[in-house]
């Protein structure tokens, strides 16, 4: 159980295009996606709270703007990245929580690489 | 601030030994701990979470929580070659959603 679903797993694309990320929880309904970005050899940090149905609550730093999210439903969340140049190339994971602990499963991730 | 401190490694062991890792974490109210494992450009995978003061066993795996001294651990038994990953340690506080992880502890094991 606690299966989360990530498409694509990789990506590349050109500076000034948008992607989309999708995140889904296969086996059980999610109180709270999250997304984080791993930039090689370095930490997983978090850049955005989502929870159904509300608006993303996004980490110091990050733009809201840049970095669309969208929760339409307890099973799936969107991460678009909007006008995406170079240095938004990452590794991006969504996570899904849930139960009393609200432990969070990652999904395996979506490599994004622009040109 | 929440912190969570983890010596970054790597940390080798022969494989058959009993490896520990290690995890400090600064906001005393955290209610939940967390370990899991990444192996290179993978995704995170849990292992196991503790919330109880003691130890918490799960096949080759246990964790120990020490809440007045702000210290969890994670000792692997048994330590296999597939065990060489990066193990980061999460800790949530009361009331949070969101994990403060730390930077991650390099784990290799030899044959």
């Known amino acids: 159980g606690a299966v989360v679903s990530q498409h694509p797993s990789r990506v590349i694309c050109k500076s000034g295009t948008s992607v989309k990320i999708e995140c889904r929880s296969l086996?059980?309904?999610?109180?709270?996606m999250f997304w984080y970005r791993q930039f090689p050899k370095q930490s997983l940090m978090l850049m955005a709270t989502?929870?159904?149905?509300?608006?993303?609550?996004?980490e110091q730093g990050v733009e809201k703007d840049k970095f669309l999210i969208n929760h339409a439903s307890l099973t799936l969340s969107t991460l678009t990245v909007t006008s995406a140049h170079p240095e938004d190339s990452s590794f991006y994971i969504c996570?899904?929580?849930?139960?009393?602990?609200?432990?969070?499963?990652f999904g395996p991730g979506t490599r994004l690489l622009v040109l | 601030q929440k912190e969570v401190e983890q010596n970054s490694g790597p940390l080798s062991v022969p494989e058959g030994a009993i490896a520990s890792l290690n995890c400090t974490y600064s906001?005393?109210?955290?209610?939940?701990f967390f370990w899991y494992r990444q192996y290179s450009g993978k995704s995170p995978e849990l292992i196991m979470f503790?919330?109880?003061?003691g130890d918490k066993e799960d096949g080759r795996f246990t964790a120990q929580l020490n809440k007045a001294s702000q210290y969890v651990s994670l000792l692997i038994r048994d330590s296999q070659p597939s065990d060489s990953a990066t193990y980061l340690c999460?800790?949530?506080?009361?009331?949070?959603?969101?994990?403060?992880f730390g930077k991650g502890t390099m784990l290799l094991v030899s044959p």
């Open positions: 086996d059980f309904q999610a109180t709270t």
């Open positions: 996570s899904a929580s849930q139960g009393r602990e609200e432990t969070q499963y």
């Open positions: 989502s929870n159904e149905g509300s608006k993303a609550t996004y």
């Open positions: 906001d005393r109210g955290s209610q939940s």
């Open positions: 503790i919330y109880s003061n």
């Open positions: 999460a800790v949530k506080g009361s009331g949070y959603s969101t994990l403060t």
